[in-house]
């Protein structure tokens, strides 16, 4: 005869044994795979004098290893995406943009504070200067955020080629 108590131990173990076989390991959950979690979401985007610059959609892909951007602008036909991704082996965030004029940017970088900081390598420019783009998304107080691109060289900002504040479509 089977006691309820043994009966009560056997549905526990079957519990924990479910409960636990359904559990998979997340590789991309750590705090540095999240450090870029605050530009999640769906955004209008304005530039700096209040005009439109578009629309931008920031999701999570591939069991949380990829920040997937989808960009359609304010103006017509432009749109482009971006990859984003925490880099064990490196331990930097990488972007790929792709545009669809055909144009690219890779940058890495990391969160400093409320700031996701990313660079280019260094470029040769037609005056034969060595310059690098530089990307800074800053998370403001009221949960907007900020993106500033831009040119550098000699560490010092020379252009200044986009300033967006993101706040999020309801």
Not at 48 to 55: E, L, M, N, Q, Y
Not at 81 to 97: D, H, R
Not at 115 to 136: C, P
Request: aromatic content about 10%.
């Amino acid at each position: 005869m089977i006691s309820v108590k043994g009966i009560l131990t056997n549905l526990m173990l079957l519990l924990v044994f479910t409960v636990s076989s359904q559990e998979v390991a997340c590789s991309c959950c750590s705090e540095n795979h999240k450090d870029f979690d605050f530009w999640l979401g769906s955004w209008s985007v304005t530039n700096a004098d209040g005009s439109k610059a578009g629309t931008n959609t920031i999701t999570k892909d591939q069991d949380n290893c990829i920040l997937r951007e989808n960009w359609v602008s304010a103006t017509a036909g432009y749109t482009g995406a971006s990859v984003n991704f925490y880099n064990l082996k490196t331990a930097q965030w990488e972007q790929l943009w792709i545009d669809n004029s055909g144009n690219h940017l890779k940058l890495k970088g990391n969160r400093v504070g409320n700031r996701m900081i990313m660079s280019s390598d260094e470029f040769k420019n037609e005056d034969g200067k060595l310059y690098l783009n530089r990307i800074t998304w800053t998370l403001n107080d009221d949960g907007t955020v900020r993106q500033l691109w831009e040119v550098l060289h000699n560490e010092k900002a020379v252009n200044v080629l986009f300033d967006g504040l993101y706040t999020p479509i309801k």
